[in-house]
């Protein structure tokens, strides 16, 4: 059992409460604008609830469309602007792959509209780059292991909202123009990006179509040398981004609507530069020259569609269906002789092959629930549902047609249930469900590939193993339940526990297979993981203080841990892993008009049994930075007033060190950094908005966290972060 979280922490936390400054400005603590509903009022979708949010013992977020195109303009992602707000988010890599980067210690599953958006057979870690915020129009995010959504969310659920239908008749729409500079001005480090959004209604039917171009310029850290490319991983700059997006919908009645949503999304790196390894030893990072790159640059296209339709009064009741298709193609780059895995004596002498991959997935699904007050006793409300998806996933080399990691197709169904009841007019809620999820995957007799090192003088040749495919069957139960007690309007407690479901990243586990013999239909490397998640909380919204504080724990018997390889290749080992943590958050309304200040605070532990031949169920090792976020402290200040608006942000990310049986490398530990961004708009009462973001405003010198805290002796993975970034922009709506 881990011990309790250290005395220290808990007194940084107490004291962050103290200060009236801020972090994560979600939209239930920033104002509203004026066609805008509160934070309680909203329909938080990835709840599969129409309850309002307080109501359910979740601890859950909202980014509204405000405060997301703030954050977009500030860090150039959606993924950045959840992980700069959410301090228990791992700070991202920068790079177009997010291996590594989780909430509370666990993947997030991301979703757009509730349609998966992850590959949980081989995961690439591309799923926080499928649409481009431009056409989000909020996120809501609900932490912690649960199974809400479906398989993927042993972190929490990461949803993503698309714009909604257009409200007034006629045509109505949005632009924007921005461009983005280093802090030298230098002329490969200029970004620019156009969108538009075009939406029209007539009567019962309505239309939205828009499009968006990115262009971004090669990245630069505080000392003005250009940031490593990771060319095996892929890059976000020095590449191009279009996104294509429609929606159609038509209102059936009074209360049914039916929509059809399409989205087209691809990021492709311009592939003119090479990477300069750089030194550890002598903190010179990795840096980037000009060169063509070999092969193919890493990129990401995801193409989606749903048709849906909902209704709010079928026998009393809310009805939500829909059917989804979504498919994915993940190019990711190559080197030479840096990976092992693609070297093959039989092809070409070790160490001049060349090769690279590619992940190809498709996914087909669709949801139904119906929920109502039970009828006679409205204090009790049920949600019946189910889900179905089939997922088809594959790794290939592209460049000699070989089979990396075999066709895998994986089937899931599962019907829920869940209840809601008042007491005493709201003076307490209890809330439960049941998900039975039932999952099936399919892989027939594959031969691994046969790798090979050479280090000038030697070659070794190991893999190249005959494996007897088949199609083990996985079925659980997950239990969730919780308990409210809100004693006054805006002040609640709430315990609940939770449970999540996901595959390993069966992929990684079946590519590395390496002894003969092995039989899918038993293999227990690729059994789910099932993880749980119990909270307590305290939450406080009234008058101008919006305040919570949650500790959480949570464990898995067969937990997934990325181990480095040291050739850049991380393998899946199945331990037991506990994760607790402690957050704190902290808004303050200030008697100023339009100033409102606040702090977020986050401290994660965990650790994992590293007996992987002879597990003995112990946790004896902190897991490290590929697997877990530092603890951060944010603070930052808002101002809107008139037709100004401004934010001053930092995030403080605190050193660790990393212990445990398994003797974790110190040159992992983590020396801690902090960041200050900066972000000033101006709306013009008939010409749209003007804005300026400043990132790392005081061009601080840092190491990223990820790229500190692993792979030591890795001088090509030694990556800065970014230094000194403008941005300036205008939108405009009409």
Same mark, same amino acid.
């Given at each position: 059992?881990? +011990?309790?979280?250290?005395?220290?922490?808990?007194?940084? =936390?107490?004291?962050?409460? /103290? !200060?009236?400054?801020? @972090?994560?400005?979600?939209?239930?603590?920033?104002?509203?604008?004026?066609?805008?509903?509160?934070?309680?009022?909203?329909?938080?979708?990835?709840?599969?609830?129409?309850?309002?949010?307080?109501?359910?013992?979740?601890?859950?977020?909202?980014?509204?469309?405000?405060?997301?195109?703030?954050?977009?303009?500030?860090?150039?992602?959606?993924?950045?602007?959840?992980? /700069?707000?959410?301090?228990?988010?791992?700070?991202?890599?920068?790079?177009?792959?997010?291996?590594?980067?989780?909430?509370?210690?666990?993947?997030?599953?991301?979703?757009?509209? $509730?349609?998966?958006?992850?590959?949980?057979?081989?995961?690439?870690?591309?799923?926080?780059?499928?649409?481009?915020?431009?056409?989000?129009?909020?996120?809501?995010?609900? %932490?912690?292991?649960?199974?809400?959504?479906?398989?993927?969310?042993?972190?929490?659920?990461?949803?993503?909202?698309?714009?909604?239908?257009?409200?007034?008749?006629?045509?109505?729409?949005?632009?924007?123009?921005?461009?983005?500079?280093?802090?030298?001005?230098?002329?490969?480090?200029?970004?620019?990006?156009?969108?538009?959004?075009?939406?029209?209604?007539?009567?019962?039917?309505?239309?939205?179509?828009?499009?968006?171009?990115?262009?971004?310029?090669?990245?630069?850290?505080?000392?003005?040398?250009?940031?490593?490319?990771?060319? /095996?991983?892929?890059?976000?700059?020095?590449?191009?981004?279009?996104?294509?997006?429609?929606?159609?919908?038509?209102?059936?009645?009074?209360?049914? +609507?039916?929509?059809?949503?399409?989205?087209?999304?691809?990021?492709?790196?311009?592939?003119?530069?090479?990477?300069? &390894?750089?030194?550890?030893?002598?903190?010179?990072?990795?840096?980037?020259?000009?060169?063509? =790159?070999?092969?193919?640059?890493?990129?990401?296209?995801?193409?989606?569609?749903?048709?849906? %339709?909902?209704?709010?009064?079928?026998?009393? $009741?809310?009805?939500?269906?829909?059917?989804?298709?979504?498919?994915?193609?993940?190019?990711?780059?190559?080197?030479? *002789?840096?990976?092992?895995?693609?070297?093959?004596?039989?092809? *070409?002498?070790?160490?001049?092959?060349?090769?690279?991959?590619?992940?190809? @997935?498709?996914?087909?699904?669709?949801?139904?629930?119906?929920?109502?007050?039970?009828?006679?006793?409205?204090?009790?409300?049920?949600?019946?549902?189910?889900?179905?998806?089939?997922?088809?996933?594959?790794?290939?080399?592209?460049?000699?047609?070989?089979?990396?990691?075999?066709? @895998?197709?994986?089937?899931?169904?599962?019907?829920?249930?869940?209840?809601?009841?008042?007491?005493?007019?709201?003076?307490?809620?209890?809330?439960?469900?049941?998900?039975?999820?039932?999952?099936?995957?399919?892989?027939?007799?594959?031969?691994?590939? *046969?790798?090979?090192?050479?280090?000038?003088?030697?070659?070794?040749?190991?893999?190249?193993?005959? #494996?007897?495919?088949?199609?083990?069957?996985?079925?659980?139960?997950?239990?969730?339940?919780?308990?409210?007690?809100?004693?006054?309007?805006?002040?609640?407690?709430?315990?609940?526990?939770?449970?999540?479901?996901?595959?390993?990243?069966?992929?990684? #586990?079946?590519? @590395?297979?390496?002894?003969?013999?092995?039989?899918?239909?038993?293999?227990?490397?690729?059994?789910?993981?099932?993880?749980?998640?119990?909270?307590?909380?305290?939450?406080?919204?009234?008058?101008?203080?919006?305040?919570?504080?949650?500790?959480?724990?949570?464990?898995?018997?067969?937990?997934?841990?990325?181990?480095?390889?040291?050739?850049? !290749?991380?393998? #899946?080992?199945?331990?037991?892993?506990?994760?607790?943590?402690?957050? !704190?958050?902290?808004?303050?309304?200030?008697?100023?008009?339009?100033?409102?200040?606040?702090?977020? %605070?986050?401290?994660?532990?965990?650790? %994992?049994?590293?007996?992987?031949?002879?597990?003995?169920?112990?946790?004896?090792?902190?897991?490290?930075?590929?697997?877990?976020? &530092?603890?951060?402290?944010?603070?930052?200040?808002?101002? +809107?007033?008139?037709?100004?608006? *401004?934010?001053?942000?930092?995030?403080?990310?605190?050193?660790?060190?990393?212990?445990?049986?398994?003797?974790?490398?110190?040159?992992?530990?983590?020396?801690?950094?902090?960041?200050?961004?900066?972000?000033?708009?101006?709306?013009?009462?008939?010409?749209?908005?003007?804005?300026?973001?400043?990132?790392?405003?005081?061009?601080?010198?840092?190491?990223?966290?990820?790229?500190?805290?692993?792979? &030591?002796?890795?001088?090509?993975?030694?990556?800065?972060?970014?230094?000194?970034?403008?941005?300036?922009?205008?939108?405009?709506?009409?």
């Amino acid at each position: 059992m881990m +011990r309790h979280i250290e005395i220290r922490h808990s007194a940084i =936390a107490l004291a962050a409460l /103290t !200060i009236a400054l801020a @972090s994560p400005a979600m939209a239930q603590q920033a104002e509203a604008d004026a066609d805008t509903k509160s934070s309680e009022s909203i329909v938080v979708t990835a709840a599969r609830s129409i309850l309002p949010p307080n109501a359910l013992p979740l601890t859950i977020d909202l980014i509204d469309k405000q405060m997301l195109d703030q954050q977009i303009a500030i860090s150039g992602s959606v993924t950045d602007a959840i992980s /700069t707000l959410t301090p228990s988010f791992s700070p991202t890599r920068g790079k177009l792959s997010g291996a590594g980067e989780t909430l509370r210690g666990r993947s997030p599953l991301y979703a757009i509209n $509730g349609i998966p958006q992850s590959t949980p057979l081989r995961d690439g870690s591309r799923d926080g780059f499928t649409i481009d915020g431009f056409f989000i129009d909020r996120v809501e995010l609900i %932490y912690g292991s649960n199974a809400l959504q479906g398989i993927g969310g042993t972190g929490g659920i990461v949803n993503q909202v698309t714009v909604g239908a257009p409200k007034q008749e006629g045509i109505s729409g949005r632009v924007l123009l921005q461009g983005s500079a280093s802090d030298d001005f230098d002329g490969d480090g200029f970004g620019g990006k156009a969108a538009g959004l075009v939406q029209y209604k007539a009567g019962a039917f309505d239309a939205t179509v828009g499009a968006s171009y990115e262009k971004r310029g090669a990245f630069y850290d505080a000392r003005n040398r250009r940031i490593g490319i990771n060319l /095996t991983q892929g890059e976000t700059q020095a590449s191009q981004t279009t996104d294509i997006f429609a929606r159609l919908g038509y209102a059936v009645g009074d209360t049914g +609507r039916l929509d059809l949503i399409l989205n087209r999304y691809e990021l492709k790196g311009d592939g003119d530069y090479v990477p300069l &390894p750089g030194s550890r030893a002598n903190g010179l990072p990795t840096t980037a020259v000009k060169g063509d =790159a070999p092969g193919t640059p890493g990129s990401n296209r995801t193409e989606s569609a749903s048709l849906s %339709y909902t209704d709010s009064d079928v026998a009393g $009741g809310n009805l939500v269906t829909q059917l989804f298709f979504n498919r994915s193609r993940d190019i990711f780059g190559g080197e030479f *002789a840096a990976i092992p895995t693609f070297q093959d004596p039989a092809i *070409a002498t070790p160490g001049t092959l060349f090769d690279q991959s590619q992940n190809r @997935s498709r996914k087909i699904g669709g949801k139904i629930s119906y929920e109502r007050a039970l009828p006679g006793f409205e204090a009790l409300t049920t949600t019946v549902g189910l889900d179905v998806l089939f997922d088809k996933t594959e790794q290939r080399l592209m460049v000699t047609g070989r089979t990396w990691v075999p066709p @895998s197709d994986f089937r899931s169904i599962a019907p829920f249930a869940q209840a809601n009841l008042k007491i005493a007019d709201g003076l307490f809620r209890v809330a439960g469900g049941v998900r039975w999820e039932n999952v099936q995957v399919k892989i027939d007799d594959f031969h691994t590939l *046969a790798s090979t090192t050479y280090d000038g003088k030697n070659v070794a040749t190991y893999g190249g193993v005959d #494996v007897a495919g088949g199609k083990p069957k996985f079925s659980d139960a997950l239990l969730n339940g919780g308990l409210i007690f809100e004693p006054i309007d805006g002040i609640r407690a709430y315990a609940s526990y939770a449970e999540g479901f996901t595959m390993p990243d069966v992929g990684r #586990v079946t590519r @590395s297979i390496r002894v003969a013999g092995v039989d899918l239909d038993d293999y227990l490397d690729i059994s789910p993981i099932v993880s749980n998640n119990r909270e307590i909380g305290l939450e406080v919204k009234r008058g101008p203080i919006d305040a919570s504080a949650t500790y959480f724990w949570s464990s898995s018997d067969k937990g997934q841990i990325l181990i480095a390889q040291g050739n850049g !290749i991380f393998t #899946v080992q199945r331990q037991r892993v506990e994760i607790e943590g402690l957050e !704190i958050n902290l808004g303050v309304q200030t008697p100023l008009p339009g100033l409102k200040l606040s702090t977020g %605070y986050a401290h994660l532990k965990g650790r %994992y049994d590293s007996d992987s031949v002879n597990p003995d169920g112990i946790v004896d090792t902190d897991l490290d930075g590929t697997n877990i976020s &530092p603890d951060r402290l944010n603070v930052a200040a808002d101002y +809107r007033h008139g037709a100004i608006s *401004a934010r001053l942000q930092t995030q403080y990310y605190l050193s660790r060190n990393f212990h445990g049986k398994a003797n974790p490398d110190r040159g992992n530990n983590f020396g801690g950094y902090a960041v200050t961004d900066a972000y000033l708009r101006y709306d013009t009462a008939s010409l749209g908005g003007v804005y300026l973001s400043v990132q790392n405003l005081f061009d601080k010198f840092y190491i990223d966290y990820n790229s500190d805290t692993r792979l &030591p002796n890795d001088s090509l993975a030694f990556f800065a972060g970014r230094g000194r970034l403008f941005t300036l922009g205008w939108d405009y709506r009409f």
